[in-house]
């Protein structure tokens, strides 16, 4: 069993919203382009860090063809990306690297196997509706709002990576938030994050610690707070690109952009650091920005007509 199609890249996301999505007709050959020498992986849903099922790369003319009888009755997601961002990440900016596209989960043995085409809308997110330190500082105010024993909590945007710490009652925590582009078939997850450099310490002797608090508790709290953050940073980086393909799409009728967001798929296929200059003699700020990545369609059962 094999899936064949080609990978376009939308160049005209007004014309092909009015042609591919609102009359369900064939984009217009002037509004899409085909993506040579990409990647399209076929991983497990649960797995989708594992290594992959099948891989095919795209020929000049954007077209793939991929092996699923290998997998025919697990349920899995294919990603679009380029050839070089799932080669070995030679350095840590390799590490904000993503994908194009994700599709919805699907059994291979329900696939009868026809043509399908993806295609994917590049939307920059600019230092302006990136999310910036100012809005970190507002995020950690609201934060400490919310924990009666917080005292103090401060962070700062860095490319490696955002460093906290925050203390109250006589412990102070720090931690370094690391986010990248989520790569799995969850598609309601757009960042992936990871809580490096965890460092606890507690007023006391470590006995009498004990017997009043539980250390495992604290850093649990801490933990689930950072994974909240990565949460509110995504967050704010879709609003601002659904916000930002809305106005390429050119349509008055907010129901009609809403029904076309609903059917895509928004993944980031990276996230970058852009520096703020700072006034006087502090170090220069960093906005996270990204490029986000809208995928047509979001599921891959229905087959297109071949060409």
Same mark, same amino acid.
């Given at each position: 069993?094999?899936?064949? /199609?080609?990978?376009? &890249?939308?160049?005209?996301?007004?014309?092909?919203?009015?042609h591919? @999505?609102?009359?369900?007709?064939?984009?217009?050959?002037?509004?899409?382009s085909?993506?040579?020498?990409?990647r399209?992986?076929?991983?497990?849903?649960?797995?989708?860090?594992?290594?992959?099922?099948?891989?095919?790369?795209?020929? =000049?003319? /954007?077209?793939?063809?991929?092996? @699923?009888?290998?997998?025919?009755?697990?349920?899995?997601? !294919?990603?679009?990306?380029?050839h070089? =961002?799932?080669? +070995?990440?030679?350095?840590?900016?390799?590490?904000?690297?993503?994908?194009?596209?994700?599709?919805?989960?699907?059994?291979?043995?329900?696939?009868?196997? $026809?043509?399908?085409?993806?295609?994917?809308?590049?939307?920059?997110i %600019?230092? &302006? =509706? $990136?999310?910036?330190?100012?809005?970190?500082?507002?995020?950690?105010?609201e934060?400490?709002?919310?924990?009666?024993?917080?005292?103090?909590?401060?962070?700062?945007?860095n490319?490696?990576?955002?460093?906290?710490?925050?203390?109250?009652?006589?412990?102070?925590?720090s931690?370094?938030?690391? #986010?990248?582009?989520?790569?799995?078939?969850?598609?309601?997850?757009?960042?992936?994050?990871?809580? +490096?450099?965890?460092h606890l310490?507690? %007023? $006391?002797?470590?006995?009498? @610690?004990?017997?009043?608090?539980?250390?495992?508790?604290?850093?649990?709290?801490?933990?689930?707070?950072?994974?909240?953050?990565?949460?509110?940073?995504?967050?704010?980086?879709?609003?601002?690109?659904?916000?930002?393909?809305? =106005?390429? !799409?050119?349509?008055?009728?907010?129901?009609?952009?809403d029904k076309?967001?609903? +059917?895509?798929?928004?993944?980031?296929?990276? #996230?970058?650091? +852009?520096?703020?200059?700072?006034?006087?003699?502090?170090?220069?700020?960093?906005?996270?920005?990204?490029?986000?990545?809208?995928?047509? %369609?979001?599921?891959?059962?229905?087959?297109?007509?071949?060409?």
């Open positions: 069993m094999r899936i064949q /199609g080609t990978l376009y &890249e939308i160049t005209n996301v007004t014309s092909f919203g009015q591919y @999505v609102t009359s369900r007709s064939q984009p217009r050959a002037d509004s899409i085909p993506v040579p020498n990409s399209i992986i076929l991983h497990r849903w649960d797995q989708a860090h594992s290594p992959s099922l099948a891989q095919s790369n795209t020929d =000049d003319t /954007g077209k793939f063809e991929l092996d @699923v009888s290998i997998s025919s009755d697990a349920s899995v997601f !294919l990603s679009a990306s380029s070089d =961002d799932v080669s +070995e990440l030679r350095d840590e900016r390799d590490q904000h690297l993503g994908c194009w596209y994700r599709s919805s989960p699907f059994v291979p043995a329900a696939v009868d196997g $026809g043509w399908r085409d993806i295609y994917i809308a590049r939307v920059a %600019p230092g &302006e =509706d $990136g999310f910036s330190q100012a809005q970190l500082g507002t995020a950690l105010d934060s400490k709002k919310e924990v009666a024993d917080l005292e103090w909590i401060k962070g700062r945007i490319p490696d990576g955002i460093t906290l710490s925050c203390g109250g009652k006589g412990a102070k925590a931690a370094r938030l690391v #986010l990248k582009p989520d790569r799995s078939g969850n598609l309601s997850k757009t960042l992936y994050h990871s809580v +490096e450099d965890f310490e507690l %007023p $006391g002797p470590s006995w009498l @610690v004990g017997l009043l608090v539980s250390q495992d508790k604290i850093e649990t709290s801490i933990r689930a707070g950072l994974a909240d953050l990565s949460d509110e940073i995504s967050r704010r980086l879709c609003l601002s690109a659904i916000s930002r393909f809305s =106005d390429q !799409l050119q349509l008055s009728d907010p129901a009609a952009v076309i967001v609903s +059917e895509t798929t928004l993944s980031f296929s990276r #996230l970058q650091y +852009e520096t703020t200059p700072a006034n006087g003699p502090s170090k220069a700020l960093f906005t996270i920005i990204s490029e986000a990545c809208f995928g047509f %369609p979001r599921t891959l059962e229905a087959a297109n007509p071949q060409p």
